[in-house]
Nanobody
Framework: QVQLVESGGGLVQPGGSLRISCAAS????????MGWYRQAPGKQREFVAS????????YYADSVKGRFTISRDNAKNTVYLQMNNLKPEDTAVYYC?????????????WGQGTEVTVSS
């Protein structure tokens, strides 16, 4: 029903910035919310940020609050994550997730991830 494709990951120095994107495509779907999760080597996947698709409510993990900003473009079915003042502990594979309106799949859909490495 829907496919998610992330882009924009790469290598950045500590204190630098990076913007990653996630575009949803498919047919017969309506987005309820989209968000970002990340998984570092040897650690469990954790929540980073999310945004609703109508009322525009945003949520952030304490570890990224004040540094990361999530936004969306309804017309393009795309969510963005602007990451500023990056730290080595931000190194992880970042995964995009979407939940849909009136969907049988209540757990939502996941993208394949984009790798972000913060190192000098």
């Amino acid at each position: 029903q829907v496919q998610l494709v992330e882009s924009g990951g790469g290598l950045v120095q500590p204190g630098g910035s990076l913007r990653i994107s996630c575009a949803a495509s498919g047919s017969n779907f309506l987005i309820a919310a989209m968000g970002w999760y990340r998984q570092a080597p040897g650690k469990q996947r954790e929540f980073v940020a999310s945004i609703t698709w109508s009322g525009v409510s945003t949520y952030y993990a304490d570890s990224v609050k004040g540094r990361f900003t999530i936004s969306r473009d309804n017309a393009k079915n795309t969510v963005y994550l602007q990451m500023n003042n990056l730290k080595p502990e931000d190194t992880a594979v970042y995964y995009c997730k979407t939940t849909l309106q009136k969907s049988r799949r209540v757990d939502g859909y996941w993208g394949q991830g984009t790798e972000v490495t913060v190192s000098s």
